[in-house]
């Protein structure tokens, strides 16, 4: 959309000057973070005199109404919100404007952002398209109330040895997940939908057995021994020790369960754990927390990084307008006011902020959570790969497949793509 | 004069052709074009053109070949029981004396409500843990039914939500048919003293015929472009069990963004229900005479 001119009826027949008024358009998803966007605009209009209209929608809508706007050389959207595996789609389309000359002009700093985010939603190939906006790196939610049991911790140092506590490696968890599956409780509950849903937990549970998704030469690596571990664990938890449906469960159904005091754990997304803690939507609120997914060994984390950033597309209106934008919601007053409201920061500086870390006591562990963890394969085609691997996981879970054969099926289209993408050199 | 009535058809038509031909006809000679190149969003343009080869390429993919079996599968169970409970209902209704409107509203209300919301509610009402479903089937005793974690029962859960949502398409349609029937043929039948079965048997179905080839035919269109609750409801999953076709040709679209599959495969739909659609117009043509 062009920047409308708006000329109030009175004026122009008074023949007095014209009052302009930019607008801009951006899509962004229905989460937590955006509604935090929302509540400051206000504040934002008022500075510039640009509005801002927002268009929220569902996750599984944003991909299909972005794409014909990109395409096109002249968009509705001014700036657009990016999920970090569309970044290599966006990048070899050209889809996204470089900052490099905006963020210079204006002096703005990227070096207080995680390094892991400017990676994963940042930079490409040496340039910077976009700044990471929220993270929902996936961590290990867990009832502290059934830690602290103490019937719970008797029956465990019996069973055990040793005492009852937050995991430090994988095979504790496990042995939890195992322990805790009793009296109408469950060890963990999954999200199985495919495609994205199964995809990305199961990749917590890769990493956390010590596997990885490619070797330097983009070939896949997933299907290793490690990776069919990973996933014979996965399809475990999902037929022993969690509810029955988990395989077609999807992040908000999984939540509901472990909200309502039904399961021990559920490795998800890190902006869940201040929904936790609200009453109106959960029966544990004071009685969970989060942590980094744990690894083979105590020092290694589990878990699954992720972020969205924003950027200008090529076919934005108004870049200068969006530009304005995006400087005023990442300022470092706008992020930590977002994080004070209960945002997912990406800024080392609102990690480290005391009123935020007074205000929310876990900003530290979800720091620790975020410095550790690891990152999907982002390349051209991740849309598709993420579609295959949540296929062959899916056919794997509902026993159509053995693990080794989904792996090495998932593994085959994986290394197609990225021959296809030009990343074997 | 008559050709200028002709003029003035053509003149008032215009705007209507018009409007049909960019919102209809125009998407489908684009895609049946597009099939015809290697045409991606990433790389928008008609430079490589590949013949037969998008199609040749659908035809020897096996998660395609899947989806058209799967939908096959999916279309002749949802016609076939649609059509066996629209027409006990249909029957039923026919005879009705009173309340026959209040029938038909609690019958309609389903098949008004979007195809969406039918997904998300069932999705709540049949959550293997908090679902409605589940807990009553506990109270007698049943354990939890896992209705879209496992392969076959989400093929048969899907269907019968699709069924509960549609099945009143069916009785409406058929019960107009049968509202239309002569009289005569039953009185007959009557003083000759044939039973119920019988004059169902020998009456209805031969004179019901033709509505009941139209029926079947528009529904079949319809459950073969099943979309909206595999899209809400399963995602295709679990495994591929309930991957239709419909959802597999958008996620080639918006997902692989490979727009000359995408289009060749959705000409090989459009063949099949262009197809079905010929038949539809002959079975009316004769419903006509």
Same mark, same amino acid.
């Given at each position: 959309?062009?920047?409308?001119?708006?000329?109030?009826?009175?004026?122009?027949?008074?023949?007095?000057?014209?009052?302009?008024?930019?607008?801009?358009?951006?899509?962004?998803?229905?989460?937590?973070?955006?509604?935090?966007?929302?509540?400051?605009?206000?504040?934002?209009?008022?500075?510039?005199?640009?509005?801002?209209?927002?268009?929220?929608?569902?996750?599984?809508?944003?991909?299909?109404?972005?794409?014909?706007?990109?395409?096109?050389?002249?968009?509705?959207?001014?700036?657009?919100?990016?999920?970090?595996?569309?970044?290599?789609?966006?990048?070899?389309?050209?889809?996204?404007?470089?900052?490099?000359?905006?963020?210079?002009?204006?002096?703005?700093?990227?070096?207080?952002?995680?390094?892991?985010?400017?990676?994963?939603?940042?930079?490409?190939?040496?340039?910077?398209?976009?700044?990471?906006?929220?993270?929902?790196?996936?961590?290990?939610?867990?009832?502290?109330?059934?830690?602290?049991?103490?019937?719970?911790?008797?029956?465990?140092?019996?069973?055990?040895?040793?005492?009852?506590?937050?995991?430090?490696?994988?095979?504790?968890?496990?042995?939890?997940? +195992?322990? %805790?599956?009793? *009296?109408?409780?469950?060890? !963990?509950?999954? @999200? =199985?939908?495919?495609?994205?849903? $199964?995809?990305?937990?199961?990749?917590?549970?890769?990493?956390?057995?010590?596997?990885?998704?490619?070797?330097?030469?983009?070939?896949?690596?997933?299907?290793?021994?490690?990776?069919?571990?990973?996933?014979?664990?996965?399809?475990?938890?999902?037929?022993?020790?969690?509810?029955?449906?988990? +395989?077609? %469960?999807?992040? *908000?159904?999984?939540?509901? !369960?472990?909200? @309502? =005091?039904?399961?021990?754990?559920? $490795?998800?997304?890190?902006?869940?754990?201040?929904?936790?803690?609200?009453?109106?939507?959960?029966?544990?609120?004071?009685?969970?927390?989060?942590?980094?997914?744990?690894?083979?060994?105590?020092?290694?984390?589990?878990?699954?990084?992720?972020?969205?950033?924003?950027?200008?597309?090529?076919?934005?209106?108004?870049?200068?307008?969006?530009?304005?934008?995006?400087?005023?919601?990442?300022?470092?007053?706008?992020?930590?006011?977002?994080?004070?409201?209960?945002?997912?920061?990406?800024?080392?500086?609102?990690?480290?902020?005391?009123?935020?870390?007074?205000?929310?006591?876990?900003?530290?562990?979800?720091?620790?959570?975020?410095?550790?963890?690891?990152?999907?394969?982002?390349?051209?085609?991740?849309?598709?790969?993420?579609?295959?691997?949540?296929?062959?996981?899916?056919?794997?879970?509902?026993?159509?497949?053995?693990?080794?054969?989904?792996?090495?099926?998932?593994?085959?289209?994986?290394?197609?793509?990225?021959?296809?993408?030009?990343?074997?050199? | 004069?008559?050709?200028?009535?002709?003029?003035?058809?053509?003149?008032?038509?215009?705007?209507?052709?018009?409007?049909?031909?960019?919102?209809?006809?125009?998407?489908?000679?684009?895609?049946?074009?597009?099939?015809?190149?290697?045409?991606?969003?990433?790389?928008?343009?008609?430079?490589?053109?590949?013949?037969?080869?998008?199609?040749?390429?659908?035809?020897?993919?096996?998660?395609?070949?899947?989806?058209?079996?799967?939908?096959?599968?999916?279309?002749?169970?949802?016609?076939?029981?649609?059509?066996?409970?629209?027409?006990?209902?249909?029957?039923?209704?026919?005879?009705?004396?009173?309340?026959?409107?209040?029938?038909?509203?609690?019958?309609?209300?389903?098949?008004?409500?979007?195809?969406?919301?039918?997904?998300?509610?069932?999705?709540?009402?049949?959550?293997?843990?908090?679902?409605?479903?589940?807990?009553?089937?506990?109270?007698?005793?049943?354990?939890?039914?896992?209705?879209?974690?496992?392969?076959?029962?989400?093929?048969?859960?899907?269907?019968?939500?699709?069924?509960?949502?549609?099945?009143?398409?069916?009785?409406?349609?058929?019960?107009?048919?049968?509202?239309?029937?002569?009289?005569?043929?039953?009185?007959?039948?009557?003083?000759?003293?044939?039973?119920?079965?019988?004059?169902?048997?020998?009456?209805?179905?031969?004179?019901?015929?033709?509505?009941?080839?139209?029926?079947?035919?528009?529904?079949?269109?319809?459950?073969?472009?099943?979309?909206?609750?595999?899209?809400?409801?399963?995602?295709?999953?679990?495994?591929?069990?309930?991957?239709?076709?419909?959802?597999?040709?958008?996620?080639?679209?918006?997902?692989?963004?490979?727009?000359?599959?995408?289009?060749?495969?959705?000409?090989?739909?459009?063949?099949?229900?262009?197809?079905?659609?010929?038949?539809?117009?002959?079975?009316?043509?004769?419903?006509?005479?």
């Amino acid at each position: 959309m062009r920047p409308h001119i708006l000329i109030p009826f009175g004026a122009f027949a008074m023949g007095a000057g014209a009052v302009q008024a930019q607008s801009i358009n951006i899509l962004m998803e229905a989460v937590p973070d955006t509604t935090y966007v929302q509540e400051l605009l206000p504040e934002f209009e008022e500075a510039t005199g640009i509005d801002v209209n927002l268009e929220v929608v569902n996750y599984a809508e944003m991909h299909t109404k972005l794409v014909p706007q990109l395409v096109s050389n002249s968009g509705s959207y001014s700036a657009i919100v990016v999920d970090f595996y569309w970044v290599g789609e966006f990048y070899r389309a050209g889809w996204m404007q470089p900052l490099d000359d905006r963020i210079e002009a204006d002096g703005f700093d990227t070096s207080v952002y995680v390094p892991a985010m400017m990676d994963l939603v940042g930079e490409v190939e040496g340039t910077t398209y976009m700044l990471p906006f929220y993270n929902y790196a996936m961590g290990l939610l867990y009832r502290t109330d059934l830690l602290e049991d103490e019937a719970n911790r008797t029956a465990w140092k019996e069973e055990h040895g040793s005492e009852l506590r937050p995991p430090e490696t994988w095979d504790e968890y496990r042995d939890q997940v +195992a322990f %805790f599956t009793k *009296d109408g409780i469950y060890g !963990v509950v999954n @999200q =199985g939908l495919r495609p994205d849903p $199964i995809a990305m937990e199961w990749s917590n549970y890769l990493f956390a057995h010590g596997g990885t998704f490619m070797d330097e030469t983009w070939h896949a690596t997933f299907n290793s021994d490690e990776g069919v571990a990973a996933l014979k664990a996965y399809i475990a938890n999902i037929d022993q020790y969690g509810p029955v449906g988990a +395989a077609s %469960f999807s992040f *908000d159904e999984a939540f509901n !369960v472990f909200s @309502q =005091g039904q399961a021990y754990s559920y $490795i998800t997304y890190n902006f869940f754990r201040a929904a936790v803690d609200d009453p109106s939507q959960s029966s544990v609120a004071g009685a969970a927390e989060i942590m980094g997914v744990p690894g083979p060994t105590p020092g290694e984390g589990g878990s699954l990084n992720g972020a969205w950033g924003w950027a200008i597309p090529r076919s934005s209106p108004d870049p200068d307008a969006a530009w304005e934008f995006l400087k005023w919601v990442e300022s470092p007053e706008i992020a930590k006011r977002r994080a004070l409201m209960g945002g997912s920061p990406t800024r080392l500086d609102v990690f480290d902020d005391a009123e935020v870390i007074a205000e929310y006591p876990q900003t530290e562990a979800l720091k620790e959570l975020l410095l550790g963890a690891h990152n999907f394969p982002t390349f051209t085609y991740t849309p598709q790969f993420v579609e295959v691997l949540g296929r062959e996981l899916s056919l794997a879970v509902a026993g159509e497949k053995s693990a080794r054969e989904a792996l090495d099926a998932a593994a085959e289209e994986f290394d197609a793509l990225a021959e296809r993408d030009g990343r074997r050199g | 004069m008559e050709r200028r009535d002709r003029r003035f058809g053509w003149m008032l038509s215009a705007p209507g052709l018009l409007l049909l031909g960019a919102v209809v006809l125009f998407p489908i000679v684009w895609a049946g074009l597009t099939s015809f190149f290697d045409y991606t969003l990433l790389m928008p343009g008609y430079d490589s053109f590949v013949g037969i080869g998008n199609y040749r390429m659908a035809a020897g993919q096996g998660e395609f070949l899947h989806s058209a079996w799967i939908t096959l599968l999916f279309v002749v169970a949802v016609v076939a029981i649609q059509f066996v409970i629209g027409m006990v209902v249909a029957l039923a209704l026919n005879d009705a004396r009173r309340g026959k409107s209040v029938y038909y509203l609690i019958l309609l209300c389903p098949l008004l409500i979007n195809p969406v919301v039918v997904g998300l509610m069932w999705r709540m009402i049949l959550h293997p843990t908090l679902g409605i479903v589940n807990w009553l089937l506990g109270t007698v005793g049943i354990a939890p039914v896992n209705w879209l974690g496992a392969p076959d029962m989400a093929f048969w859960t899907v269907v019968l939500v699709d069924i509960w949502h549609q099945v009143s398409f069916m009785v409406v349609l058929l019960l107009a048919g049968l509202s239309a029937l002569p009289t005569e043929p039953y009185e007959a039948a009557r003083c000759d003293g044939a039973t119920a079965f019988q004059r169902f048997w020998h009456i209805t179905l031969p004179l019901m015929r033709p509505v009941i080839i139209v029926t079947l035919l528009i529904r079949m269109i319809f459950a073969i472009k099943t979309y909206d609750i595999i899209y809400i409801m399963t995602r295709g999953g679990p495994g591929v069990a309930t991957d239709l076709i419909s959802y597999f040709i958008y996620r080639r679209a918006f997902v692989s963004l490979d727009l000359g599959q995408a289009c060749a495969m959705a000409v090989m739909l459009l063949v099949v229900i262009a197809g079905m659609t010929a038949m539809l117009w002959r079975a009316m043509r004769q419903v006509g005479e």
